[in-house]
């Protein structure tokens, strides 16, 4: 089956700097890689996709590449604001999601 | 706005009893599914569902079984819980098949202890 691996586990930054995280696959019939965010005590939430015919999609502060060739896919955060602390999970599809561990992200004031 | 609900948000039970988590969606979708989630493991599929009566092992199955008697309605099921088993449980929908699979759509989660 399919085995995802995200890294960072933990991301500090400071207010309006960048925050990246990153993730690999195994499996490259793979073609879905979305992206949920789960705030504290909440459920998680989709907030970017991508899937394996495009290599990067941008909405607003958060953008999401992927390298194919390479099995891994990146999440980034830009301006990043107090609201943007939360844990955030990769996952990948070959026909049902694989997820990652998760990132723990805090943006400092 | 899709909706999916969990019937309890905290359960507590004894090891050895049998154990109902009951997940509901009121978009019509196909697919359903239950992980559990536990810290620094992410989240791990158990069992899904592509429609109704049909049922599918996840990565985890072991302790756990399924029902899905109606579209709407997917249930999870411990047959002997175990301290083991304590964990957030999240269910998810999805409105199809696997193999393009679409945004699935999870539920609040239920925090079920076990003693």
């Known amino acids: 089956g399919e085995n995802v691996e995200q890294h960072p586990s933990t991301l500090s930054v400071q207010e309006g700097d960048s925050a990246v995280i990153k993730c690999t696959y195994s499996d490259s019939a793979s073609n879905y890689f979305p992206w949920y965010k789960q705030e504290l005590g909440k459920r998680p939430q989709l907030i970017i996709d991508i899937r394996s015919n495009v290599g990067e999609k941008k909405d607003q502060r958060i953008a999401v590449t992927l390298n194919k060739t390479a099995k891994h896919f990146s999440l980034h955060i830009t301006e990043t604001q107090p609201e943007d602390s939360a844990v955030y999970f990769c996952a990948a599809s070959e026909g049902k999601l694989s997820f990652g561990a998760g990132t723990t992200v805090t943006v400092r004031a | 706005d899709v909706k999916v609900t969990q019937s309890s948000r905290y359960l507590v039970k004894r090891t050895g009893e049998k154990v109902f988590l009951e997940c509901v969606q009121d978009?019509?979708?196909?697919?359903m599914f239950w992980y559990r989630q536990d810290p620094g493991l992410g989240l791990r599929l158990i069992y899904f569902?592509?429609?109704?009566?049909?049922?599918e092992k996840g990565d985890i199955p072991e302790g756990y079984s399924v029902s899905r008697e109606k579209k709407e309605r997917f249930s999870l099921i411990l047959e002997s819980a175990s301290t083991n088993q304590t964990s957030m449980y999240l269910c998810a929908s999805s409105p199809r098949l696997a193999g393009d699979t679409d945004t699935q759509y999870f539920g609040p989660g239920t925090r079920l202890t076990v003693l």
């Open positions: 978009m019509d979708h196909e697919n």
């Open positions: 569902s592509y429609d109704v009566k049909m049922k």
